[in-house]
């Protein structure tokens, strides 16, 4: 029989800023929409592999994604049990929530698996675009978070945030952190060429010059960005909530192999594959053209008759995983999974997952996703709870701080 893939236990305990076994899952199953995904696809292995207790796929019809509603009605048990036991055990914090109008729908999970509801907020556009931002409800002396990731039209989601920050400083919050599920212009972190700009820099001067105290960042493109800024900045790392989902998979750990789709993901394709029974390793040489263009020349590693889980931080048009993925079919890959963070997803990203390259493009919410993005391939995890959970623990740590000031 084949070698299955030895899964630690549940933990008992929310750990999300390292890989440590103890950590690999969270108190709850994530949960997560899979979007017309047959699981008849799936391997069967033996009984003795792990299986996470994930709730069931959400129905959707006529090939139309539907928003869940989270509310007492809706939300499934083990989520609203966790969110009774915070609201009732934190309910005295003084700590505000808010949302920019990047992605509502992660913003409103996040409070509800807080036990908290979202702050009042009026965000609007005159009619020249200029972006106005008023707080409906006192934060003096409060810890305000504010969840807005600089997604596409980045430029605007950006300012948004940082016209945010400034009306919660005038009006006198104790301490302002960015809850930035993804983080923009992480990409331009360094000059690769004469009179380049670095824009992630700029950023993080833009951010700490409007008034933020503390970030709280997903998954971010290069992990040097964080010694950018001059305030501390919590790097989340969003891999355990894909790793929960893939155990429940069951794929047999002879078949399985984790592909960095570049020599540059090939540290975090290893921590992923260390989670994975230690994985083998195998890694797409590719030479870029240009920006946004990809050329795959060869392939370090056999994937010949196995599973191949690619891993990445993001998908923008997806032509360095899609020509991955035509690579390893080329060398006798079974099945192609695509695994990442953040699915900025610009044009034809679409066409390229959709094309049947992939079994499976397991992504999460850190960005909105449009309706006409979904294709049957898709399943989308949620990370509310690890936010919600990673807000809670620098909340308490900054509460204990302040006392000893």
């Known amino acids: ?29 994530l949960s997560h929409k899979s979007v017309g995904f047959n699981d008849s696809r799936c391997r069967i292995c033996a009984s003795n592999s792990f299986k996470c207790d994930l709730p069931q796929p959400v129905n959707y019809g006529n090939g139309k994604p539907t928003i869940p509603i989270l509310n007492e009605r809706t939300l499934p048990k083990f989520l609203e049990s ?172 002879d078949d399985l192999v984790v592909v960095s789709p570049d020599v540059g993901g090939v540290a975090r394709a290893r921590a992923f594959a260390k989670k994975l029974s230690d994985a083998p390793l195998a890694i797409v040489d590719k030479r870029r053209q240009g920006h946004n263009v990809a050329e795959v020349m060869n392939l370090i590693g056999d994937v010949k008759g196995k599973v191949a889980v690619m891993v990445d931080d993001m998908i923008d048009t997806a032509g360095t995983i899609a020509k991955g993925a035509a690579l390893l079919h080329q060398e006798g890959a079974k099945e192609v999974y695509a695994c990442c963070t953040h699915a900025v997803f610009s044009p034809p990203a679409i066409e390229r997952l959709s094309g049947g390259l992939f079994q499976e493009v397991i992504i999460t919410n850190t960005l909105p996703m449009a309706e006409k993005n979904y294709f049957p391939q898709l399943t989308v995890l949620s990370v509310a709870n690890l936010l919600g959970e990673t807000i809670w623990r620098v909340h308490d740590d900054c509460s204990v701080s302040s006392i000893f000031q």
Not at 9 to 25: L, R, V
Request: positive net charge.
């Open 1 to 29: 029989m084949a070698a299955m893939m030895t899964l630690p236990s549940p933990s008992k305990t929310w750990s999300f800023w390292s890989f440590s076994s103890s950590s690999f899952f969270t108190r709850f199953s």
């Open 82 to 253: 966790a969110r009774m036991e915070t609201a009732v055990n934190r309910n005295g914090a003084k700590l505000k929530v808010f949302s920019g109008t990047a992605n509502p729908e992660l913003s409103q999970e996040i409070a509800w698996c807080m036990g908290l509801q979202l702050g009042k907020i009026n965000i609007k556009r005159f009619a020249d675009g200029e972006i106005y931002v008023q707080l409906q409800e006192s934060v003096r002396g409060c810890d305000v978070y504010l969840v807005q990731p600089t997604c596409p039209p980045a430029n605007e989601n950006l300012m948004e945030l940082l016209i945010m920050v400034d009306a919660c400083r005038r009006a006198s919050a104790k301490n302002i952190t960015l809850v930035i599920p993804y983080f923009g212009y992480a990409r331009a972190d360094r000059k690769t060429q004469g009179r380049e700009s670095i824009a992630a820099k700029l950023v993080a001067n833009l951010i700490t010059e409007a008034g933020a105290n503390r970030v709280l960042a997903c998954d971010i493109h290069s992990g040097q960005s964080m010694g950018y800024f001059d305030i501390p900045v919590d790097h989340v790392y969003c891999q355990p909530v894909i790793l929960d989902y893939l155990a429940s998979k069951r794929i047999c750990y």
